[in-house]
């Protein structure tokens, strides 16, 4: 995908802003944006500028859509149970690049684990976006295997840290957009630093294999050849996702009911 550096600071705020920003921090932002621009693209026109009104690191259900729409998107509403599918199908779609990493990793002979990983690495940034490893990790603890939630935990510091085993690289466009002074924040690298000699390592390191190839515009992706694999791996909790109090429930319910007002 093509990245318009003007756009892109424009869409994140005022070039002060960025320049006080630390450099994980607009790296987020980069991959927030980058996974944002890739949802309005299938099914929206793009506006080329947009004046923040909002903390750039609110979730996107909460936001309006770049696409020169004048409130937030219509939300139909959940059913009374909802699954992670129906999350997917109402809240979460199109969901493409969490769909082509999936896609990808299971094209390249992947374990299911870290297919479900790559499935649900950025869904909470629909929900929140700084530190959204450590949020998105949390929002799917209680109904994945320890590794997978593990994994999602870390690929947001491991981005920043090349591994030549896997051919992962540090990506191209981060000096392009950041300059090639940057040093992560310490909590990032001491993240990395755990992660790096830690046995899930390869777990967490395979998301980012697969993230860095997946935001093609033009790629056709389904949720379709997941289904399986969610059967198998994610407890999907009988009384409905948001319904089981959980630890998290009430972060599904935040997504399923973005209107309500306390
Ligand atoms: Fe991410
Ligand atoms: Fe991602």
Redesign the pocket.
Known sequence: MQVDRRTLLATLGATAAIETMPSDALADAL?HYL?DQLDQTAGAQQVESAERTVRRGVGSLFVMQNDGASSPKQLEPMPSKPTLLEFFRLRFAPAN??LQ?ATRAQKTGMSEETILACLL??VVLNLIKPDHGWWGAQLVEPYVPEKVSWAIRYHQALRFYPDQSVGYEYPEMYYRIFGRDYTPSPHIEAAYKYARNHKWYMEARLITVN?LY?FDPNAKVSIEPFIDIIGRHFKQPKEGLGNDNSAVAHMWRTIANPDQPL
């Open positions: 991959e996974s690049h969490v990493s690495h950025d993230d997946s």
